[in-house]
Nanobody
Framework: QAQLAASGGGLVLAGGSLRLSCACF???????VGWGRQAPGKDREIVASMDWSGETTLLTDSVKGRFTISRDKAENTVYLQMNNLKTEDTGVYYC?????????????WGQGTQVTVSS
């Protein structure tokens, strides 16, 4: 199982930027990584993911053009650069790694970091 430590959240005005970091330790750190978020009263949603090669990245529609996911393979760290933040981006952001066991996809999640965007 992977251990993940996310940081970089905070309070920012709408239109501002934040950069989240997530260090990965243990197993699966060279697999697909990503970020999810959970807004108050809502289910957790995946906002960005990246495969090990970095050639395949996915962003949910609401963050395209504003968020960028990247990873430092040497440091086993994944980043989420968030620009032009909106109040609807508020939530707890979690990083994860994916792994497959016996054909079943699983995700290991780290602890979250709070992002609050005020108007």
């Amino acid at each position: 199982q992977a251990q993940l430590a996310a940081s970089g959240g905070g309070l920012v005005l709408a239109g501002g930027s934040l950069r989240l970091s997530c260090a990965c330790f243990g197993r699966f750190c060279t697999e697909t990584v990503g970020w999810g978020r959970q807004a108050p009263g809502k289910d957790r949603e995946i906002v960005a993911s990246m495969d090990w090669s970095g050639e395949t990245t996915l962003l949910t529609d609401s963050v395209k053009g504003r968020f960028t996911i990247s990873r430092d393979k040497a440091e086993n760290t994944v980043y989420l650069q968030m620009n032009n933040l909106k109040t609807e981006d508020t939530g707890v952001y979690y990083c994860y790694v994916e792994h497959t066991s016996s054909g079943v996809l699983g995700r290991d999640w780290g602890q979250g970091t709070q992002v609050t965007v005020s108007s």
